[in-house]
C-alpha cells in the first residue's frame, strides 16, 4: 500500500505563487511516474503535470510556462510550483503516484486525498 501526503495549499491572489509538496510512503520498489491532477469546483479531474522515474516532465497545455514539477527521488517526494496563477488555477490538487510495491509488482495508480487551491481575483 502506497501513501501519499499533500501540503501546501492555500489562498493566494492572482498573480502569486504557491508550491505544492506530496510525500509518497510504503513499500514502494519503483515510482513509474509521480504528479499532479486537479478538479475544479463543479468541473472534473484533469491532468496538470508529471515527472517519470525518468525525469521526463509533461504539462498540461493551461500550466505550461507558469508550472514547474520537481522531484526528490531519495525522498520519494514531488514538488509542484505554480507561478503567475489565475483564478482559473483554484481547485482541488490531487497528487498521483504509478509505483510498483513488495506486495504489488505491477505498477498500480494511487491518490492522495488532495489540498485545496484558491486564487483570488
Known amino acids: 500500500q502506497v501513501k501519499l501526503e499533500e501540503s501546501g495549499g492555500g489562498l493566494v491572489q492572482a498573480g502569486g505563487s504557491l508550491r505544492l509538496s506530496c510525500g509518497a510512503s510504503?513499500?514502494?520498489?519503483?515510482?513509474?511516474?509521480i504528479g499532479w491532477y486537479r478538479q475544479a469546483p463543479g468541473g472534473q479531474r484533469e491532468f496538470a503535470a508529471v515527472?517519470?522515474?525518468?525525469?521526463?516532465?509533461n504539462y498540461a497545455d493551461s500550466v505550461k510556462g507558469r508550472f514547474t514539477i520537481t522531484r526528490n527521488n531519495a525522498r520519494n517526494t514531488v514538488y509542484l510550483q505554480m507561478n503567475s496563477q489565475t483564478p482559473e488555477d483554484t481547485a482541488v490538487y490531487y497528487c498521483n503516484i504509478w509505483a510498483s510495491t513488495r506486495t504489488a509488482l505491477s505498477p498500480r495508480q494511487y491518490w492522495g486525498q488532495g489540498t485545496q487551491v484558491t486564487v483570488s481575483s
Open positions: 515527472i517519470t522515474g525518468g525525469g521526463s516532465r
Open positions: 510504503g513499500r514502494i520498489l519503483n515510482i513509474n511516474a
